[in-house]
């Protein structure tokens, strides 16, 4: 489902929008993309340079991160006394506290290593949110997500560097 809501939305973007580095930063503030798959998009699809889009997207990515952080907490603590609201606020800070246990127990290193796992749900969107329910400081807070992301990107970007040398490597074989 999420690879189908990545390409409707760069799809929708393309068509839209005319900047490439515009859409890159777009799409790396989405949570289910982030940096880390934005710059892969960025660099394969829309033929941005590699160094170009890793700093696009990593600031992009940043961009909504400020705001969870400052204001998610008053905004929610409102929206909670709606019914619709409270249960879907605990359905979203259960599963936040479950994913980030490392958060909880090492604050704001722990922040650095669930931020820097480049799977789905262990980005910059969720650590904020894991950052406002343990109530890390907010300079922590942001110091330790951004530097999950660029420890994510670099990795994600590592692999698809390290994929794309292992498949002209194998090409020559054939």
């Not at 809501?5 to 760069?10: C, D, H, Q, S, V």
């Not at 600031?59 to 952080?69: E, K, Q």
Request: glycine share 4%; with cysteine.
């Amino acid at each position: 489902m999420a690879k189908f809501f990545i390409e409707n939305i760069y799809t929708y973007l393309i068509y839209n929008i005319g900047s490439k580095e515009l859409i890159a930063a777009i799409l790396a503030a989405f949570p289910f993309v982030e940096a880390r798959y934005a710059i892969l998009i960025a660099h394969a699809q829309m033929d941005i340079g590699l160094q170009k889009a890793f700093l696009i997207c990593v600031l992009a990515n940043m961009v909504p991160v400020i705001p969870i952080l400052l204001f998610f907490e008053p905004v929610c603590d409102k929206l909670r006394h709606f019914r619709v609201w409270k249960s879907f606020f605990d359905r979203l800070f259960e599963r936040t506290k479950r994913k980030a246990v490392l958060v909880e127990r090492y604050e704001s290193l722990g922040l650095i290593l669930f931020v820097s796992v480049p799977l789905p749900v262990t980005g910059a969107w969720t650590g904020a949110l894991a950052a406002v329910l343990f109530k890390l400081r907010i300079k922590y807070a942001i110091l330790s997500i951004f530097t999950g992301v660029i420890i994510s990107s670099l990795i994600a970007v590592s692999i698809y560097m390290i994929s794309i040398e292992g498949f002209s490597w194998l090409k020559q074989f054939h």
